[in-house]
T-cell receptor, first 112, second 109 residues
Framework: ETGVTQTPRHLVMGMTNKKSLKCEQH?????MYWYKQSAKKPLELMFV???????ENNSVPSRFSPECPNSSHLFLHLHTLQPEDSALYLC???????????FGQGTRLTVV | QKEVEQNSGPLSVPEGAIASLNCTYS??????FFWYRQYSGKSPELIMF????GDKEDGRFTAQLNKASQYVSLLIRDSQPSDSATYLC?????????FGAGTRLTVKP
């Protein structure tokens, strides 16, 4: 098992669809993150969970809804997205907040 | 001032040369610094971290930290075409990690 696994790898969805991204980490880490990476922009932190409690919501629109049922799993629920939400969505985990982060392979999301 | 700044490049070096990637940060209290490599279409991969002033070497990679100048760099010796990627500098910021925009490196055969 790779350290941090994301599914699906690619997703195309319409603006009225509802979909979910899944992330699972097998590293025994306590913190998990969602990042957004758009073309030619820096990584944007979206959400931080520490011991499955949300510790940061970086002014993310409510059409993105995270869920962390336990320290190993993280979801990002998507609904009524806009074309500008098309990006690479990266999940990461770290031993603790602010420590070195290990990334999953990412989900390439296209909103049509 | 941005929290973490990098020259976006592109930086082009010939094969076998030394590639020098630079990063400055704004928080004087920062204690740890990370370098990630990201190939096109892939996710970032941690390649180096440094906590203390001075140099840290790992194979062909050397990280250099100067806390007084708030400057951290990554040197890649004997650059190979396979080193062509975007290199991201990251600095912990409160409860999360702040990333620079990245420097795109191209190593030409």
């Amino acid at each position: 098992e790779t350290g941090v696994t994301q599914t699906p790898r690619h997703l195309v969805m319409g603006m009225t669809n509802k979909k979910s991204l899944k992330c699972e980490q097998h590293l025994g880490h306590n913190a998990m993150y969602w990042y957004k990476q758009s073309a030619k922009k820096p990584l944007e932190l979206m959400f931080v969970y520490n011991f499955k409690e949300q510790t940061e919501n970086n002014s993310v629109p409510s059409r993105f809804s995270p869920e962390c049922p336990n320290s190993s799993h993280l979801f990002l629920h998507l609904h009524t997205l806009q074309p500008e939400d098309s990006a690479l969505y990266l999940c990461a985990s770290s031993p603790g907040v602010g420590a070195e982060a290990f990334f999953g392979q990412g989900t390439r999301l296209t909103v049509v | 001032q941005k929290e973490v700044e990098q020259n976006s490049g592109p930086l082009s070096v010939p094969e076998g040369a030394i590639a020098s990637l630079n990063c400055t940060y704004s928080d004087r209290g920062s204690q740890s610094f990370f370098w990630y490599r990201q190939y096109s279409g892939k996710s970032p991969e941690l390649i180096m971290f440094i906590y203390s002033n001075g140099d840290k070497e790992d194979g062909r990679f050397t990280a250099q930290l100067n806390k007084a100048s708030q400057y951290v760099s990554l040197l890649i010796r004997d650059s190979q075409p396979s080193d062509s990627a975007t290199y991201l500098c990251a600095v912990p910021w409160g409860r999360n990690m702040r990333f620079g925009a990245g420097t795109r490196l191209t190593v030409k055969p």
